[in-house]
């Protein structure tokens, strides 16, 4: 059963600094793996995807990385801003059309 | 660019009650997907329809049925509603490429608050 584990729980940092948010992931077979934003009582932005056969993708200030065989991947915030306080989930796509979440990280960028 | 569209937005109900909600993926998306995420936990999948069929099943409830119409939209219907089913439903869609291509990015709605009391 696939099971997928982000750290930390909880972060806080200043505005401005650069910070790393960590998922795992048990079952390397996967499809893809996404990321996704989530503000108090909303729903879920896709932030980035990456395809199995991928090593990394970029959008803006954000750069997630996978390396599938170990089962991990990184996203990557650049000069972190008051805007991006949200919750940060990620979900693997196992076969079949469901995707697996982590519990996510909540993070607080202080002003 | 449109978005998944889910109504109603926040739904109240009594236990043993009935509860449907709706949902209009993004044009020419063929595949339409539910999640429950309960208070404070991460998005739990209930169900999936590709082309009008169901396609993937999860964690869904006996008492909750879905199905996908003509128009591509889709209704998850809830019965004999317990207190445990408060929570934030999902719909999401994406357009599937096939399995060897690896997956479209999944959308999602802003979610449908169910609250049972």
């Known amino acids: 059963k696939q099971e997928v584990t982000q750290i930390p729980a909880a972060l806080s940092v200043p505005e401005g600094e650069n910070l790393v948010l960590n998922c795992s992931f048990t079952?390397?077979?996967?499809?893809?793996l996404q990321w996704f934003r989530q503000d108090p009582g909303k729903g879920l932005t896709s932030l980035l995807l990456i395809q199995s056969s991928q090593r990394e993708q970029t959008s803006g200030r954000l750069n997630a990385s996978l390396d599938k065989s170990s089962g991990r991947s990184t996203l990557y915030i650049a000069a972190s801003q008051p805007g991006d306080s949200a919750t940060y989930l990620c979900?693997?796509?196992?076969?079949?059309?469901?995707?697996?979440f982590g519990a996510g990280t909540i993070l607080r960028v202080k002003s | 660019a449109a978005g998944v569209i889910q109504s109603p937005r926040h739904l109240i109900k009594e236990k043993r009650e009935t509860a449907t909600l709706k949902c209009y993926p993004i044009?020419?998306?063929?595949?339409v997907y539910w999640y429950q995420q309960g208070p404070g936990q991460d998005p739990q999948f209930l169900i999936s329809f590709y082309e009008k069929m169901q396609s993937d099943k999860g964690s869904i409830p006996d008492r909750f049925s879905a199905q996908q119409f003509s128009d591509y939209h889709s209704e998850l219907n809830m019965s004999s509603l317990e207190l445990g089913d408060s929570a934030l439903y999902f719909c999401?869609?994406?357009?599937?490429?096939?399995?060897?291509?690896?997956?479209?990015?999944?959308?999602f709605g802003e979610g449908s608050w169910l609250t049972v009391v």
């Open positions: 079952d390397s077979a996967i499809y893809n």
């Open positions: 999401a869609s994406s357009l599937s490429q096939g399995a060897a291509v690896g997956g479209n990015t999944i959308y």
């Open positions: 044009p020419r998306h063929d595949t």
């Open positions: 979900a693997v796509r196992p076969r079949g059309n469901k995707l697996v």
